[in-house]
């Protein structure tokens, strides 16, 4: 039936153009499932960043984070992904996003719930999953939220997998309240900027006190993951927690200038102690996070 099926109705696999071998909902061939790229090695305990060297030649007091969790830490406890934004994955992630293959996101949440279940152990056992809203504009060009789509596929997985853990969807939580140019291809301080003030917590009685997973479907430069996490405490969350479906991974680095080192809180006058590193990220496509 599959080879008369294939033959009356031939289909290609959307992320490799390979002949589809049987009939699906989904357009996209065993083989490319099984190649999306892990994200593996020594991470910042904090963002999830790459790190430089192993973990275990870091000092005691660097506790494992990059240099930039360690000049201006995130208002997140940790933010964890299932791989890196390359090949497959970011192939993956634009044809949900633009080309609207809609039932990609199933496959795709099931990626997202073991990303999420890496924080099982450590995450309180009662969260609130809070995808990472588009703007009303945003909404209606693209019909649809990927981040909650994400969302709502990576809980069914997770019902069944960690039953105990008190997940519950809270998709009206935040807001964006102003539309923002699109991260791709700004610098860190730009990105920042871009997102400074964005995003509202529309009841704050229903997240003070509360303990929030934030989900997105990309993290880049995590301005914003920074820029959402700060709008929750400050409307009175006790933690924020974050998991994306992909990390896109540091190119090189750059030695900090004034205007950089402000990016990350760092006063341009700081002395030269203060003067490290940081990230430049492969943000090809359209990364949001």
Known sequence: MDFLSCALLPASCTLCGSPLPQLS???????CWLEFPLQTGPACARCGD???????????????????CRLAPPPFVRA?????????????????????????????????????AKLAAEAPAEMLVVPVPLHRSKHTERGFNQARSLAEQALG???????????????????????????????????????????????????????????DDILTTGATARAAAQALVRAGAASVWVATLARARRANEFALGANAMESFGIPGNAPAAA???????????QPSF
């Open 157 to 215: 997985f997770l019902r069944k997998s960690h039953p105990a853990w008190r997940l519950t969807l809270a998709s009206s939580t935040l807001t964006r309240q102003r539309a923002t140019e699109s991260q791709a291809g700004l610098t860190t301080r730009q990105r920042r900027l871009n997102v400074r003030g964005a995003f509202s917590v529309s009841d704050p009685a229903a997240v003070a006190g509360k303990d929030i997973l934030l989900i």
């Open 50 to 68: 790459t790190l430089d060297i192993p973990v275990s030649v870091l000092s005691p007091a660097s506790d494992s984070f990059c240099r930039a």
């Open 25 to 31: 909902t989904v357009p996209i061939c065993a083989v």
């Open 80 to 116: 964890v992904a299932y791989g890196l934004y390359q090949g497959r994955m970011k192939a993956a992630v634009h044809a949900l996003k633009y080309d609207r293959l809609h039932l990609a996101a199933r496959g795709l949440g099931r990626m997202l719930a073991q990303a999420i």
């Open 275 to 285: 003067i490290q590193q940081a990230s430049i990220y492969s943000s090809q496509g």
